[in-house]
């Protein structure tokens, strides 16, 4: 039985003004010492909700449940840096995503998939834009990290995606299954 890994969300890799600060900003961060990745500019998104490895009959009752959701276009803004961690060593650098409808929008997934899947109990509105392996001083990198001040850029979402991940040697290869577009 095929299985995919699939996953929902928003991709930022087309808004120009949201990459160009992303990339300034992965710049800043690669000051900050680290061993690790920096997302691909081409692969920035925003999970909305991870599915995990699903079979094909799952898949496609995704899809027909993905297309009742009834949504208008978003109006979101970057907001500021931060990092996630295990036990006070940084893990992912990201920057926040703000606006309310990012979490409405979170919301009808979960109630569109109920049944399917369990409620996300823990999202946040972010993209990640480094994976971190090593630091050396983990204190002062987190400490750096919230201080890279992120432009304040607004930009609307007028659909989101689900999408498959591939994981490869040189890193994940994402590819868009079905989009689904804004209420007209």
């Given amino acids: 039985m095929k299985l995919t890994r699939a996953f929902i969300a928003i991709d930022f890799s087309e808004i120009d003004e949201v990459v160009k600060e992303v990339a300034r900003v992965q710049e800043e961060t690669e000051k900050i010492k680290f061993t690790g990745k920096l997302t691909e500019l081409e692969n920035l998104h925003l999970t909305l909700k991870f599915l995990g490895e699903i079979d094909e009959e799952k898949l496609e009752e995704v899809k027909k449940r993905l297309r009742e959701i009834k949504f208008k276009e978003m109006a979101l803004k970057l907001g500021e840096a931060g990092s996630f961690g295990v036990r006070g060593s940084p893990k992912i650098v990201w920057i926040k995503i703000e606006g309310e409808e990012i979490w409405e929008l ?51 979402i007028k659909e989101f995606k689900l999408k498959k991940s591939e994981l490869k040697p040189l890193g994940p290869v994402y590819t868009d299954l079905e989009v689904y577009h804004l209420d007209k």
């Fill in 106 to 156: 979170q919301r009808k997934i979960d109630s569109a998939l109920s049944g399917l899947f369990k409620k996300e109990e823990r999202f946040m509105s972010h993209l990640t834009i480094a994976r971190v392996k090593y630091s050396e001083n983990p204190e002062d990198f987190i400490r750096r990290v919230k201080k890279l001040g992120v432009k304040e850029i607004k930009f609307k």
